[in-house]
């Protein structure tokens, strides 16, 4: 069974600067398709960014040019840098294999300020 640990939220203000970071306890890791997710509250978690197993991303229009999503293969983990974060990016932010998912971690909660 698949682990994936989310880390590195926080509350910052509008602007704000944060690196997530999730780690997966398989190698297979390495040879997939990874994304990050997002969901606000009272809504459904929603696609925010893909990186293939190679390394190359694609992200969700709002996010172009604000988000950053890489991985490290070496160390099955992958990050998120989010910068010039907007209160709309509030929401608790899961990784996962794009598919067929694994168990669902605990998520790190992202919580930006006006």
């Known amino acids: 069974q698949v682990q994936l640990v989310e880390s590195g939220g926080g509350l910052v203000q509008a602007g704000g600067s944060l690196r997530l970071s999730c780690a997966a306890s398989?190698?297979?890791?390495?040879?997939?398709?990874m994304a990050w997710y997002r969901q606000a509250p009272g809504k459904q978690r929603d696609l925010v960014a893909i990186?293939?197993?190679?390394?190359?991303?694609v992200y969700i229009e709002s996010v172009k040019g604000r988000f950053t999503i890489s991985r490290d293969n070496a160390k099955n983990t992958m990050f998120l840098q989010v910068n010039s974060l907007k209160p709309e990016d509030t929401g608790v932010y899961y990784c996962?294999?794009?598919?067929?998912?694994?168990?669902w971690g605990q998520g790190t909660q992202v919580t930006v300020s006006s």
């Open positions: 990186i293939d197993a190679g390394g190359v991303p």
């Open positions: 996962n294999q794009r598919w067929p998912h694994w168990d």
């Open positions: 398989t190698n297979i890791f390495r040879h997939v398709e």
